[in-house]
């Protein structure tokens, strides 16, 4: 295709700040030197093919193909192929649409790749300063800012766009009303980036998906492999000192699925709320709470808040701009955490008013519901009912007094009579209320999480130092754990399901704690959000961790595993067939817990 004639200025691309795109015409295009294919495959026992570009982006970055990317590629030949057939070039486009750092500057660089490969017409505006302009055939150039109005650039030109980092829209030139080209928007969710032009050329949205953590383990192997500088696995900050930095596994699992943090060099001193500080700033209640259902938010709320759209199945995802069909959850406990515990400055009423807004985002009303546990058990005047599956009621006494310094168990002396509450991220419990006997011989230590989902695992991590420490105070002790939930339909479930994670020890050391629950209502506004967590707690497939630990973060380098690169189709991206082991347990391979906690 014979590029025409454009009276704006042309400069060369930079040798040095712009030589990937030389790099990449010479990769790509097919009058290009190289011999590349445009992707790869890592083959990995563990995590199955590993697809990605074979030339480094804009960023220096290797891009995972995600399995969206070929989608997006299709819907875009199509849209273009439709436009050249009813002959008219200025209408259509697409927004991809998306929580920050899953991905949608990634998918751009895939998007050209495949452009150059099959020689159309591409324009890539990255910055406000200037575009790259790909002709079919010619060597890249750029073109200012200033002389953004003058080019009348070729029907159907394909238009890559980034307004990620940036509050505008594309540049005018591209979506006025008589611009032909095809536009392709990468974007967050704020709407004042994309409707006004996606309303005005109909263009569709395409919701992207969030990482899972299958992908984002394949993406820690694909650095490994090719930037093995990255912070992917540990590496200690000084031999005499037994600390380390945050691996980019365990940095997902605490701030999100997103790579917005994943590269850092951060000391790890075991308290993430403090060695993250400067990286996520403290949530605005009075703000995020209201910006759930509203199209434009401040930045720091998608620290917090990430939109899940339904999950791509293979199928076109693209919507009306108007509805991308999603909701906002958070997707970590930590997050959830710092959200719950911003709220403990107000008062109690207000706590419950304020929790009541995120009902749009159920994770987050369930850990609030969690977190204000123990203070709603200060304020009732009847008590609650402890109740068991296979043995007598046990009454919580009504107006509890709560300690008012956080208690670790086994760091000092019970208090007795009054309500003690972990330190934020304690494992298995919320609140803990000890007493003594009248005669003053038998210790009761009763134990109490609360949660608002049907399947709550028990971690003895959090239960074993507080049977220790009952255990030096007092020779006779019952000990009870019991779920605070908002049902007894829910707590039962939870109490029956968890019968036998609270046995410790064996033989004659054998311990059972008895399980069972408290009905605890919730707060007014809290209750449609209960079956909306429900449904996404199922749905939600970020937590299916299947093959890593996070503790074994470090350990993915190690693996003693076959991993060959092969070339593999420019635009089917369809791999060789290769011979793999039945599964990675047939080769005594633990498998990973489900979730984060």
Known sequence: MANPSLSARRFPVDESADSWALRWFQCFSPQGTSTKPIVDTIVSDSLGDIVFISEPNHRGDHILVRPEYPGIWAYVQAKRAERDLAGTHTFGGLVVWGSPGIGKTSLLSYLLALALSNEIFVILSLTPDYIIVFPPGELPYKIIAADFSIPNFPRNALVLCESAGKPDPPPSVFVQPSANVFVVQATSPTESRYKGWAKDKEAELWPMDLWTGREFQKL????????????????????????????????FLLLGPSLRHTKIQRRNTGRPELDLADLISAPDLFSDASALSRGDQKANFHQYFFALPPHYDGKCKAVSYRGPGYIYIVPTSFLAARLATSLEKLALEDQV??????????????????????????????????????????????????????????????????????????????????????????????????????????????????????????????????????????????????????????????????????????????????????????????????????????????EAESETETEAAHVGLSSPRVRRRESDEDEGRRPAPAGFD
């Not at 694909?222 to 930037?227: C, E």
């Not at 695992?457 to 074993?464: D, F, L, N, R």
């Not at 506004?525 to 470090?554: I, M, N, V």
């Open 220 to 251: 820690i192997r694909l650095r490994q492999k090719k930037t093995p500088q990255l912070p992917c696995v540990p590496r200690m900050l000084n031999p005499f000192e037994d600390v380390r930095n945050y691996t980019a596994l365990e940095l």
């Open 353 to 558: 008013r304020f929790s009541a807004l995120f009902a749009p985002a159920p994770q987050v009303a369930g850990a609030l519901y969690e977190a204000l546990m123990p203070k709603f058990l200060t304020k009732g005047d009847k008590g609650l009912l402890g109740e068991f599956n296979d043995r007598e009621d046990y009454r919580l006494d009504g107006k509890l007094e709560m300690e008012s310094c956080p208690f670790l168990p086994g760091t000092r002396d019970i208090v007795y009579g009054k309500l003690l509450v972990p330190p934020g991220g304690y494992p298995a419990v919320d609140a803990l209320y000890c007493t003594l006997s009248e005669d003053e011989k038998t210790l009761d230590v009763v134990m109490l999480q609360a949660t608002i989902a049907r399947s709550h695992a028990i971690s003895t991590k959090g239960v074993q130092p507080i049977v220790k420490m009952a255990a030096k105070t007092q020779k006779n002790v019952r000990y009870q754990f019991l779920f605070v939930s908002p049902s007894r339909e829910i707590g039962q479930h939870l109490a029956q399901a968890a019968s036998n994670q609270t046995t410790l020890g064996r033989g004659a050391q054998r311990l059972v704690i008895p399980v069972g629950w408290v009905v605890m209502k919730l707060p007014d506004g809290f209750d449609t959000s209960l079956t909306a967590f429900e449904q996404r707690d199922k749905e939600f497939k970020l937590l299916d961790l299947d093959y890593l630990d996070p503790d074994d973060a470090g350990e993915v380098e190690a």
